[in-house]
Protein backbone atom coordinates (compact mmCIF):
# COMPACT_ATOMS: atom_id res chain seq x y z
CA UNK A 1 0.00 0.00 0.00
CA UNK A 2 1.27 3.33 -0.83
CA UNK A 3 2.05 5.88 1.55
CA UNK A 4 0.62 9.59 0.85
CA UNK A 5 4.19 10.92 1.05
CA UNK A 6 4.78 8.28 -2.00
CA UNK A 7 1.60 9.06 -3.90
CA UNK A 8 1.66 11.68 -6.48
CA UNK A 9 -0.76 14.71 -6.20
CA UNK A 10 -1.74 16.82 -9.17
CA UNK A 11 -2.40 20.06 -7.42
CA UNK A 12 1.04 22.02 -6.04
CA UNK A 13 -1.15 23.07 -3.09
CA UNK A 14 -1.76 19.78 -1.95
CA UNK A 15 1.66 19.06 -2.39
CA UNK A 16 2.85 21.87 0.01
CA UNK A 17 0.32 20.97 2.64
CA UNK A 18 1.32 16.97 2.88
CA UNK A 19 4.89 18.29 2.91
CA UNK A 20 3.57 20.83 5.90
CA UNK A 21 2.65 18.15 8.00
CA UNK A 22 5.41 15.43 7.15
CA UNK A 23 7.68 18.50 7.78
CA UNK A 24 5.99 18.81 11.20
CA UNK A 25 5.60 15.92 11.85
CA UNK A 26 9.23 15.32 12.32
CA UNK A 27 9.80 18.37 14.36
CA UNK A 28 7.84 16.55 16.76
CA UNK A 29 9.85 13.60 16.41
CA UNK A 30 12.93 15.07 16.63
CA UNK A 31 11.93 17.95 19.23
CA UNK A 32 9.46 16.50 20.97
CA UNK A 33 6.56 18.95 22.44
CA UNK A 34 9.20 22.02 22.33
CA UNK A 35 7.78 21.99 18.77
CA UNK A 36 4.64 23.02 19.73
CA UNK A 37 5.51 26.39 20.55
CA UNK A 38 7.03 26.75 16.72
CA UNK A 39 3.68 25.90 14.96
CA UNK A 40 2.24 28.71 17.14
CA UNK A 41 3.89 31.72 15.61
CA UNK A 42 1.73 33.55 13.50
CA UNK A 43 2.84 33.99 10.01
CA UNK A 44 5.57 31.49 10.72
CA UNK A 45 5.51 28.67 7.84
CA UNK A 46 3.52 26.88 10.47
CA UNK A 47 0.52 29.50 10.80
CA UNK A 48 -0.32 31.61 7.71
CA UNK A 49 -3.63 32.78 6.65
CA UNK A 50 -6.16 29.95 6.06
CA UNK A 51 -2.91 27.26 6.59
CA UNK A 52 -1.99 26.02 10.00
CA UNK A 53 -0.75 23.72 11.74
CA UNK A 54 -2.93 21.87 14.63
CA UNK A 55 -2.12 19.24 17.14
CA UNK A 56 -4.32 16.57 19.14
CA UNK A 57 -3.47 13.60 20.85
CA UNK A 58 -5.13 10.55 20.97
CA UNK A 59 -7.89 11.29 23.53
CA UNK A 60 -9.03 13.86 21.27
CA UNK A 61 -7.33 17.12 23.61
CA UNK A 62 -6.29 20.00 21.18
CA UNK A 63 -2.91 20.85 22.11
CA UNK A 64 -2.29 23.22 19.40
CA UNK A 65 -4.80 25.36 17.22
CA UNK A 66 -4.74 29.00 16.08
CA UNK A 67 -8.19 29.31 17.89
CA UNK A 68 -7.73 29.80 21.71
CA UNK A 69 -11.51 28.37 22.40
CA UNK A 70 -10.29 25.01 20.71
CA UNK A 71 -6.53 24.50 22.31
CA UNK A 72 -6.41 22.97 26.20
CA UNK A 73 -9.78 21.52 25.55
CA UNK A 74 -10.78 17.73 24.62
CA UNK A 75 -12.69 18.07 21.47
CA UNK A 76 -13.53 14.82 20.79
CA UNK A 77 -17.23 15.33 20.50
CA UNK A 78 -16.93 18.57 17.94
CA UNK A 79 -18.72 17.67 14.90
CA UNK A 80 -19.36 19.85 11.57
CA UNK A 81 -22.82 20.74 10.27
CA UNK A 82 -23.53 17.09 9.12
CA UNK A 83 -22.81 15.87 12.13
CA UNK A 84 -19.46 14.31 10.89
CA UNK A 85 -17.08 13.70 13.86
CA UNK A 86 -14.25 16.00 13.02
CA UNK A 87 -12.07 14.94 15.56
CA UNK A 88 -13.02 11.19 15.65
CA UNK A 89 -12.39 11.44 11.78
CA UNK A 90 -8.51 13.05 12.10
CA UNK A 91 -7.92 10.44 14.94
CA UNK A 92 -9.04 7.35 13.15
CA UNK A 93 -7.40 8.47 9.66
CA UNK A 94 -4.05 8.56 11.26
CA UNK A 95 -4.47 5.66 13.21
CA UNK A 96 -7.28 2.96 12.39
CA UNK A 97 -5.30 1.05 9.27
CA UNK A 98 -2.32 -1.31 10.66
CA UNK A 99 1.01 0.07 8.78
CA UNK A 100 -0.75 3.52 7.48
CA UNK A 101 -0.19 6.29 10.06
CA UNK A 102 -1.93 9.04 7.86
CA UNK A 103 -4.64 9.40 5.92
CA UNK A 104 -7.29 12.54 4.85
CA UNK A 105 -10.71 13.44 6.35
CA UNK A 106 -13.22 15.64 4.62
CA UNK A 107 -15.70 17.65 6.87
CA UNK A 108 -17.30 21.73 6.39
CA UNK A 109 -15.52 23.97 8.59
CA UNK A 110 -15.81 28.25 8.25
CA UNK A 111 -12.03 29.31 7.29
CA UNK A 112 -10.26 31.29 10.60
CA UNK A 113 -12.31 34.01 11.33
CA UNK A 114 -15.26 33.51 8.54
CA UNK A 115 -19.10 32.51 9.28
CA UNK A 116 -19.98 30.15 6.37
CA UNK A 117 -18.77 26.38 6.94
CA UNK A 118 -16.80 25.11 3.82
CA UNK A 119 -15.80 21.79 3.25
CA UNK A 120 -12.02 21.17 4.30
CA UNK A 121 -9.64 18.53 3.34
CA UNK A 122 -7.13 17.61 6.20
CA UNK A 123 -4.34 15.56 5.97
CA UNK A 124 -3.27 13.92 9.40
CA UNK A 125 -0.22 11.79 10.35
CA UNK A 126 0.46 10.25 13.24
CA UNK A 127 3.53 10.82 15.01
CA UNK A 128 5.77 9.98 18.40
CA UNK A 129 7.82 12.24 20.02
CA UNK A 130 10.97 11.46 22.45
CA UNK A 131 9.11 10.85 24.95
CA UNK A 132 6.88 7.77 23.82
CA UNK A 133 3.75 10.04 23.79
CA UNK A 134 1.66 9.93 20.26
CA UNK A 135 0.45 12.95 18.29
CA UNK A 136 -1.50 13.59 15.54
CA UNK A 137 0.11 16.25 13.76
CA UNK A 138 -2.71 17.73 10.86
CA UNK A 139 -3.70 20.63 8.25
CA UNK A 140 -6.09 21.43 5.98
CA UNK A 141 -7.16 23.24 2.49
CA UNK A 142 -10.27 24.79 2.03
CA UNK A 143 -10.25 23.35 -1.93
CA UNK A 144 -13.00 22.14 -3.76
CA UNK A 145 -10.56 20.12 -6.00
CA UNK A 146 -10.60 16.86 -5.04
CA UNK A 147 -7.26 14.39 -5.88
CA UNK A 148 -7.40 10.92 -7.33
CA UNK A 149 -5.11 10.49 -4.13
CA UNK A 150 -8.31 11.26 -2.18
CA UNK A 151 -10.65 8.44 -3.97
CA UNK A 152 -7.69 5.74 -3.59
CA UNK A 153 -7.18 6.64 0.05
CA UNK A 154 -11.09 6.02 0.73
CA UNK A 155 -11.12 3.09 -1.31
CA UNK A 156 -8.02 1.58 0.36
CA UNK A 157 -9.74 2.43 3.60
CA UNK A 158 -12.89 0.36 2.62
CA UNK A 159 -11.24 -2.52 1.40
CA UNK A 160 -9.37 -2.96 4.49
CA UNK A 161 -13.10 -2.83 6.27
CA UNK A 162 -14.63 -5.19 4.11
CA UNK A 163 -11.38 -7.69 4.71
CA UNK A 164 -11.65 -7.32 8.65
CA UNK A 165 -15.81 -7.44 8.86
CA UNK A 166 -16.97 -8.43 5.63
CA UNK A 167 -20.66 -7.65 4.41
CA UNK A 168 -21.08 -5.69 7.96
CA UNK A 169 -18.42 -3.18 6.70
CA UNK A 170 -21.38 -2.32 4.37
CA UNK A 171 -23.11 -0.28 7.35
CA UNK A 172 -20.28 2.30 7.69
CA UNK A 173 -20.20 3.14 3.69
CA UNK A 174 -23.88 4.12 4.66
CA UNK A 175 -23.50 6.46 7.71
CA UNK A 176 -23.55 10.16 5.86
CA UNK A 177 -21.78 11.19 9.19
CA UNK A 178 -19.01 8.69 8.79
CA UNK A 179 -15.52 8.96 6.83
CA UNK A 180 -16.53 7.15 3.48
CA UNK A 181 -19.24 10.10 2.05
CA UNK A 182 -17.36 12.93 1.43
CA UNK A 183 -17.97 16.25 -1.08
CA UNK A 184 -19.52 14.21 -4.02
CA UNK A 185 -17.55 11.00 -3.06
CA UNK A 186 -18.97 7.63 -1.89
CA UNK A 187 -17.62 3.97 -1.54
CA UNK A 188 -19.78 1.56 -4.03
CA UNK A 189 -18.95 -1.83 -3.77
CA UNK A 190 -20.21 -4.95 -6.48
CA UNK A 191 -19.85 -8.72 -6.69
CA UNK A 192 -17.72 -10.26 -9.38
CA UNK A 193 -21.20 -10.60 -11.76
CA UNK A 194 -22.02 -6.89 -11.26
CA UNK A 195 -24.73 -7.05 -8.75
CA UNK A 196 -24.72 -3.82 -6.56
CA UNK A 197 -24.06 -5.13 -3.41
CA UNK A 198 -23.76 -1.28 -1.72
CA UNK A 199 -24.52 2.28 -3.22
CA UNK A 200 -25.22 4.61 -0.52
CA UNK A 201 -26.70 7.16 -2.38
CA UNK A 202 -29.18 4.92 -4.05
CA UNK A 203 -29.69 1.75 -1.59
CA UNK A 204 -33.13 0.48 -3.47
CA UNK A 205 -30.86 -0.17 -6.50
CA UNK A 206 -28.80 -2.88 -4.21
CA UNK A 207 -29.00 -5.94 -5.37
CA UNK A 208 -29.78 -5.19 -8.84
CA UNK A 209 -27.13 -6.16 -11.52
CA UNK A 210 -25.81 -3.00 -13.12
CA UNK A 211 -23.18 -5.16 -15.84
CA UNK A 212 -25.15 -3.44 -18.79
CA UNK A 213 -25.58 -0.29 -17.23
CA UNK A 214 -24.19 2.87 -19.60
CA UNK A 215 -22.62 6.37 -19.17
CA UNK A 216 -24.68 9.29 -21.02
CA UNK A 217 -22.06 8.35 -23.84
CA UNK A 218 -23.06 4.72 -23.80
CA UNK A 219 -20.30 2.98 -22.54
CA UNK A 220 -20.59 0.39 -20.05
CA UNK A 221 -18.46 1.19 -17.72
CA UNK A 222 -19.01 -1.19 -14.86
CA UNK A 223 -17.97 -4.04 -16.96
CA UNK A 224 -14.68 -1.83 -17.60
CA UNK A 225 -14.51 -2.33 -14.07
CA UNK A 226 -14.59 -5.38 -13.21
CA UNK A 227 -12.44 -6.37 -16.21
CA UNK A 228 -9.81 -4.24 -14.44
CA UNK A 229 -10.53 -5.43 -11.55
CA UNK A 230 -10.57 -9.14 -12.32
CA UNK A 231 -6.69 -8.63 -15.05
CA UNK A 232 -4.84 -6.20 -12.56
CA UNK A 233 -6.38 -5.85 -9.19
CA UNK A 234 -6.71 -2.19 -9.02
CA UNK A 235 -7.28 0.88 -11.41
CA UNK A 236 -8.62 3.77 -13.15
CA UNK A 237 -11.75 4.27 -15.09
CA UNK A 238 -13.07 7.15 -16.95
CA UNK A 239 -17.05 7.76 -17.85
CA UNK A 240 -19.52 10.90 -18.20
CA UNK A 241 -22.00 11.31 -15.83
CA UNK A 242 -23.99 14.57 -14.39
CA UNK A 243 -22.64 16.26 -11.53
CA UNK A 244 -25.48 16.50 -8.79
CA UNK A 245 -27.71 19.09 -9.38
CA UNK A 246 -26.21 19.59 -12.78
CA UNK A 247 -28.02 18.80 -16.54
CA UNK A 248 -24.57 18.08 -18.52
CA UNK A 249 -22.55 15.42 -18.17
CA UNK A 250 -19.16 15.96 -16.46
CA UNK A 251 -15.68 13.25 -16.81
CA UNK A 252 -15.98 11.29 -13.46
CA UNK A 253 -12.89 9.20 -12.66
CA UNK A 254 -13.53 6.09 -10.52
CA UNK A 255 -10.61 4.14 -8.44
CA UNK A 256 -11.45 0.55 -8.09
CA UNK A 257 -9.59 -2.41 -6.16
CA UNK A 258 -10.40 -5.95 -5.41
CA UNK A 259 -11.41 -7.15 -1.57
CA UNK A 260 -11.79 -10.65 -0.20
CA UNK A 261 -14.56 -11.45 1.81
CA UNK A 262 -14.35 -15.42 2.63
CA UNK A 263 -13.39 -16.94 -1.00
CA UNK A 264 -14.93 -14.89 -3.08
CA UNK A 265 -13.64 -11.02 -4.02
CA UNK A 266 -15.58 -7.81 -4.43
CA UNK A 267 -14.99 -4.62 -6.30
CA UNK A 268 -14.35 -1.81 -4.33
CA UNK A 269 -14.40 1.32 -5.54
CA UNK A 270 -15.31 5.36 -5.47
CA UNK A 271 -15.61 8.39 -8.09
CA UNK A 272 -14.53 11.98 -8.25
CA UNK A 273 -15.07 15.08 -10.28
CA UNK A 274 -12.00 16.26 -11.06
CA UNK A 275 -11.28 20.11 -11.24
CA UNK A 276 -11.42 21.00 -15.32
CA UNK A 277 -12.77 17.89 -16.35
CA UNK A 278 -14.04 17.89 -19.50
CA UNK A 279 -17.90 18.06 -19.97
CA UNK A 280 -20.08 17.05 -22.73
CA UNK A 281 -21.34 19.68 -25.16
CA UNK A 282 -24.60 20.87 -24.00
CA UNK A 283 -27.90 19.66 -25.59
CA UNK A 284 -30.54 21.95 -26.04
CA UNK A 285 -33.14 20.78 -24.34
CA UNK A 286 -36.32 22.03 -23.49
CA UNK A 287 -36.91 25.24 -20.87
CA UNK A 288 -39.13 25.63 -17.91
CA UNK A 289 -41.15 28.29 -20.18
CA UNK A 290 -41.52 25.76 -22.87
CA UNK A 291 -42.35 22.78 -20.86
CA UNK A 292 -45.33 24.76 -19.12
CA UNK A 293 -46.66 26.05 -22.82
CA UNK A 294 -46.38 22.45 -23.50
CA UNK A 295 -48.26 21.28 -20.58
CA UNK A 296 -51.30 23.98 -21.04
CA UNK A 297 -51.63 23.41 -24.61
CA UNK A 298 -51.90 19.11 -23.69
CA UNK A 299 -54.20 20.46 -20.98
CA UNK A 300 -56.69 22.22 -23.31
CA UNK A 301 -56.38 18.76 -25.65
CA UNK A 302 -57.71 16.44 -22.56
CA UNK A 303 -60.09 19.56 -21.30
CA UNK A 304 -61.72 18.53 -24.83
CA UNK A 305 -61.40 15.41 -25.72
CA UNK A 306 -60.58 13.92 -22.32
CA UNK A 307 -59.66 10.01 -22.39
CA UNK A 308 -60.06 10.14 -26.81
CA UNK A 309 -56.75 11.76 -26.23
CA UNK A 310 -54.57 9.33 -24.75
CA UNK A 311 -53.76 7.68 -28.72
CA UNK A 312 -52.72 10.97 -29.52
CA UNK A 313 -50.28 11.20 -26.56
CA UNK A 314 -49.05 7.66 -27.18
CA UNK A 315 -47.53 8.14 -30.84
CA UNK A 316 -44.14 8.21 -30.59
CA UNK A 317 -42.31 11.20 -32.22
CA UNK A 318 -45.04 13.86 -31.68
CA UNK A 319 -44.53 16.72 -30.04
CA UNK A 320 -45.96 15.02 -26.89
CA UNK A 321 -43.68 11.88 -26.91
CA UNK A 322 -40.33 12.09 -28.05
CA UNK A 323 -36.94 11.48 -26.49
CA UNK A 324 -37.68 11.79 -22.36
CA UNK A 325 -40.79 13.86 -23.11
CA UNK A 326 -44.02 12.50 -22.07
CA UNK A 327 -47.37 12.96 -20.41
CA UNK A 328 -49.07 11.14 -17.61
CA UNK A 329 -52.29 11.73 -16.09
CA UNK A 330 -53.88 11.11 -12.41
CA UNK A 331 -57.21 10.62 -11.00
CA UNK A 332 -58.18 12.76 -7.53
CA UNK A 333 -57.82 9.54 -5.91
CA UNK A 334 -54.34 9.41 -6.88
CA UNK A 335 -55.05 6.53 -9.48
CA UNK A 336 -52.51 6.95 -12.36
CA UNK A 337 -55.19 6.78 -15.27
CA UNK A 338 -52.42 7.64 -18.21
CA UNK A 339 -48.53 7.27 -18.24
CA UNK A 340 -47.30 7.17 -22.10
CA UNK A 341 -44.32 6.05 -21.37
CA UNK A 342 -45.28 2.93 -18.74
CA UNK A 343 -48.48 1.86 -19.72
CA UNK A 344 -47.68 -0.78 -17.33
CA UNK A 345 -48.04 1.60 -14.05
CA UNK A 346 -51.60 2.59 -15.48
CA UNK A 347 -54.91 1.41 -12.44
CA UNK A 348 -51.97 1.96 -9.92
CA UNK A 349 -52.75 3.99 -6.89
CA UNK A 350 -49.71 6.60 -6.33
CA UNK A 351 -51.21 8.51 -4.05
CA UNK A 352 -48.42 7.48 -1.26
CA UNK A 353 -45.34 7.73 -3.98
CA UNK A 354 -42.34 8.59 -2.47
CA UNK A 355 -38.95 9.22 -4.25
CA UNK A 356 -35.58 7.46 -3.31
CA UNK A 357 -34.41 10.54 -1.19
CA UNK A 358 -37.92 9.86 0.67
CA UNK A 359 -40.00 13.34 -0.76
CA UNK A 360 -43.94 12.35 -1.14
CA UNK A 361 -44.13 12.90 -4.91
CA UNK A 362 -47.73 12.18 -4.59
CA UNK A 363 -48.52 14.48 -1.74
CA UNK A 364 -46.29 17.31 -3.83
CA UNK A 365 -48.29 16.74 -6.80
CA UNK A 366 -51.85 17.20 -5.24
CA UNK A 367 -50.93 20.00 -3.26
CA UNK A 368 -48.69 21.99 -6.68
CA UNK A 369 -52.13 21.71 -8.05
CA UNK A 370 -53.84 22.67 -4.77
CA UNK A 371 -53.72 27.00 -5.55
CA UNK A 372 -56.52 28.91 -7.40
CA UNK A 373 -54.61 28.52 -10.92
CA UNK A 374 -54.26 24.95 -10.83
CA UNK A 375 -51.04 24.46 -11.92
CA UNK A 376 -46.88 24.71 -10.10
CA UNK A 377 -43.85 22.59 -10.44
CA UNK A 378 -42.49 18.98 -8.64
CA UNK A 379 -38.82 18.28 -8.56
CA UNK A 380 -37.85 14.84 -7.11
CA UNK A 381 -35.72 12.11 -8.29
CA UNK A 382 -36.75 9.94 -11.24
CA UNK A 383 -35.36 7.09 -13.77
CA UNK A 384 -35.50 7.82 -17.34
CA UNK A 385 -37.75 5.66 -19.02
CA UNK A 386 -36.07 2.29 -19.79
CA UNK A 387 -33.25 3.25 -16.97
CA UNK A 388 -33.24 2.12 -13.54
CA UNK A 389 -30.70 5.51 -11.86
CA UNK A 390 -32.84 8.18 -10.12
CA UNK A 391 -32.11 11.54 -11.49
CA UNK A 392 -33.65 15.15 -10.70
CA UNK A 393 -36.73 15.77 -12.70
CA UNK A 394 -38.46 18.60 -12.78
CA UNK A 395 -42.23 18.48 -13.58
CA UNK A 396 -45.47 20.58 -14.26
CA UNK A 397 -48.28 19.93 -13.50
CA UNK A 398 -51.33 21.28 -14.45
CA UNK A 399 -55.67 20.46 -13.12
CA UNK A 400 -58.23 19.61 -15.66
CA UNK A 401 -61.53 18.58 -16.05
CA UNK A 402 -62.09 15.90 -18.88
CA UNK A 403 -65.49 15.97 -21.17
CA UNK A 404 -67.44 14.13 -18.38
CA UNK A 405 -66.68 17.05 -15.60
CA UNK A 406 -64.12 14.65 -13.74
CA UNK A 407 -61.17 16.33 -12.35
CA UNK A 408 -57.49 15.01 -13.08
CA UNK A 409 -54.49 15.86 -12.66
CA UNK A 410 -51.10 15.95 -15.79
CA UNK A 411 -48.02 16.36 -15.75
CA UNK A 412 -44.92 16.39 -17.83
CA UNK A 413 -41.16 16.55 -16.63
CA UNK A 414 -37.84 17.08 -17.58
CA UNK A 415 -34.70 15.39 -16.41
CA UNK A 416 -31.75 17.64 -14.88
CA UNK A 417 -33.80 20.34 -15.82
CA UNK A 418 -31.33 23.61 -15.55
CA UNK A 419 -32.71 25.95 -13.17
CA UNK A 420 -34.76 28.54 -14.46
CA UNK A 421 -36.03 31.72 -12.62
CA UNK A 422 -39.46 30.67 -12.46
CA UNK A 423 -38.96 27.63 -10.71
CA UNK A 424 -37.40 29.83 -7.65
CA UNK A 425 -40.18 32.45 -8.04
CA UNK A 426 -42.69 29.27 -7.70
CA UNK A 427 -40.78 27.73 -4.60
CA UNK A 428 -40.08 30.96 -3.18
CA UNK A 429 -43.99 31.96 -3.91
CA UNK A 430 -45.44 28.72 -2.21
CA UNK A 431 -43.44 29.48 0.82
CA UNK A 432 -44.38 32.55 1.21
CA UNK A 433 -47.93 31.63 1.07
CA UNK A 434 -47.17 28.77 3.47
CA UNK A 435 -45.68 31.38 5.98
CA UNK A 436 -48.42 33.86 5.88
CA UNK A 437 -50.84 31.36 6.68
CA UNK A 438 -48.72 29.42 9.47
CA UNK A 439 -46.49 31.51 10.44
CA UNK A 440 -43.57 30.29 12.40
CA UNK A 441 -44.94 27.01 12.14
CA UNK A 442 -44.46 26.41 8.97
CA UNK A 443 -40.87 26.77 8.77
CA UNK A 444 -40.31 22.91 9.81
CA UNK A 445 -41.70 22.57 6.52
CA UNK A 446 -39.12 24.77 4.96
CA UNK A 447 -36.12 23.05 6.60
CA UNK A 448 -37.92 19.77 5.68
CA UNK A 449 -34.78 17.60 3.28
CA UNK A 450 -37.46 15.47 1.94
CA UNK A 451 -40.58 18.05 0.90
CA UNK A 452 -41.00 20.54 -1.73
CA UNK A 453 -38.99 23.32 -0.62
CA UNK A 454 -35.39 21.83 -0.67
CA UNK A 455 -33.97 20.28 -4.07
CA UNK A 456 -31.08 19.95 -6.25
CA UNK A 457 -28.97 22.81 -5.07
CA UNK A 458 -31.99 24.95 -4.28
CA UNK A 459 -33.20 25.98 -0.32
CA UNK A 460 -35.56 28.57 1.02
CA UNK A 461 -34.28 30.68 3.65
CA UNK A 462 -36.38 33.20 5.84
CA UNK A 463 -34.76 36.42 7.04
CA UNK A 464 -35.60 38.70 10.09
CA UNK A 465 -36.00 42.51 8.72
CA UNK A 466 -33.42 42.88 11.57
CA UNK A 467 -31.31 40.49 9.45
CA UNK A 468 -32.18 37.75 11.70
CA UNK A 469 -31.31 34.24 9.68
CA UNK A 470 -34.49 32.38 10.93
CA UNK A 471 -34.67 29.08 8.07
CA UNK A 472 -31.71 28.08 6.22
CA UNK A 473 -31.42 24.26 5.41
CA UNK A 474 -27.73 24.21 3.45
CA UNK A 475 -26.82 26.07 6.83
CA UNK A 476 -28.97 25.20 9.90
CA UNK A 477 -25.60 26.51 11.55
CA UNK A 478 -26.65 30.14 10.47
CA UNK A 479 -30.01 30.01 12.29
CA UNK A 480 -30.13 32.45 15.42
CA UNK A 481 -27.05 34.83 14.23
CA UNK A 482 -27.80 38.39 12.63
CA UNK A 483 -26.25 38.73 9.21
CA UNK A 484 -27.11 42.14 8.73
CA UNK A 485 -23.45 42.90 8.20
CA UNK A 486 -22.84 39.81 5.70
CA UNK A 487 -20.71 40.31 2.49
CA UNK A 488 -20.84 38.43 -0.66
CA UNK A 489 -17.50 37.17 -2.55
CA UNK A 490 -17.35 40.93 -3.86
CA UNK A 491 -18.04 42.55 -0.88
CA UNK A 492 -21.63 43.73 -1.14
CA UNK A 493 -23.74 43.52 1.82
CA UNK A 494 -26.27 41.68 0.00
CA UNK A 495 -28.52 40.70 3.27
CA UNK A 496 -28.81 44.39 4.12
CA UNK A 497 -29.74 44.95 0.88
CA UNK A 498 -31.84 42.22 -0.03
CA UNK A 499 -33.95 43.69 2.78
CA UNK A 500 -34.10 47.07 1.93
CA UNK A 501 -34.95 46.23 -1.32
CA UNK A 502 -37.79 43.66 -0.38
CA UNK A 503 -39.36 46.64 2.24
CA UNK A 504 -39.47 48.99 -0.21
CA UNK A 505 -40.92 47.06 -3.54
CA UNK A 506 -42.30 43.80 -2.31
CA UNK A 507 -39.86 41.64 -3.96
CA UNK A 508 -36.64 41.76 -6.34
CA UNK A 509 -34.30 39.51 -7.82
CA UNK A 510 -30.66 39.86 -6.85
CA UNK A 511 -27.05 39.13 -9.02
CA UNK A 512 -24.50 38.35 -6.02
CA UNK A 513 -21.53 35.64 -5.51
CA UNK A 514 -21.71 33.09 -2.89
CA UNK A 515 -20.46 29.56 -2.49
CA UNK A 516 -22.74 26.05 -3.95
CA UNK A 517 -23.76 24.39 -1.01
CA UNK A 518 -21.11 21.92 -0.48
CA UNK A 519 -18.83 23.31 -2.50
CA UNK A 520 -15.73 25.94 -2.13
CA UNK A 521 -15.99 27.20 -6.23
CA UNK A 522 -17.06 30.62 -6.12
CA UNK A 523 -20.16 30.86 -8.17
CA UNK A 524 -22.72 33.55 -9.11
CA UNK A 525 -25.84 33.36 -7.40
CA UNK A 526 -29.48 34.79 -9.09
CA UNK A 527 -31.28 35.47 -5.57
CA UNK A 528 -35.33 36.08 -5.55
CA UNK A 529 -36.44 37.72 -2.43
CA UNK A 530 -39.53 38.88 -1.35
CA UNK A 531 -41.73 40.41 1.93
CA UNK A 532 -44.24 38.11 3.51
CA UNK A 533 -46.77 39.20 6.25
CA UNK A 534 -48.07 36.90 9.24
CA UNK A 535 -50.31 38.54 11.36
CA UNK A 536 -48.13 41.20 12.73
CA UNK A 537 -45.13 39.78 11.90
CA UNK A 538 -42.90 40.58 8.53
CA UNK A 539 -40.70 37.90 6.94
CA UNK A 540 -38.34 37.84 4.39
CA UNK A 541 -38.34 34.98 2.34
CA UNK A 542 -36.22 34.27 -1.03
CA UNK A 543 -34.18 31.03 -2.23
CA UNK A 544 -31.74 31.40 -5.15
CA UNK A 545 -30.09 29.67 -8.27
CA UNK A 546 -27.06 28.94 -9.81
CA UNK A 547 -26.64 29.66 -13.42
CA UNK A 548 -24.24 27.45 -15.90
CA UNK A 549 -22.30 30.05 -17.44
Keep these: MLTHSEQSYEYEETRELVALVNDAAESVRSKGEAAFSDFRVSGSRWRREETYVFVLDPEG ?90 AVDAVQNAAEQIERHGAAAFKLFHDPAGPFIAKDEY ?15 F ?13 TQGRQFIREMLEIVRTQGSGWVDYMWPKPGESI ?17 VMVGSGVYLADAPKAAPVKAMTAAELMELVREGAAVFEMQGEQAYPEFRKQGSKWLHDDIYFFAWAMDGTQVFHAANPEGEGEN ?10 PVGWMIFNAVSNPSGEGWIHYMHPKPRNIFPIWKSTFLKRVNFPSGTPHIIGCGIYNMQMDKAFIEDVVNRAAILISEQGQEAFGQLRDKTGPFVFMNTYVFVVAPDGT ?16 NLRDLKEHAVIEEGIAAAMKEGSVWMDIHWYKPGQNTPARKLTFVRKVQSGADVYIVGSGLYPEE
Design 249 to 265: ATQKSAYVTKAQIGDQW
Design 203 to 215: PNLEGRSFLDWKD
Design 187 to 201: IFVFDRNGVNLALPP
Design 61 to 150: NMLVHPDPELEGRNVLELKDINGKPIIQGLIDAATAVPDKPEGWYHYQWPVPGGLLPRWKSTYARLATAPSGKRYIISSGMYNDRMEKSF
Design 350 to 359: MHGVKDILGR
Design 469 to 484: ELVNPAFPSLEGRNLI
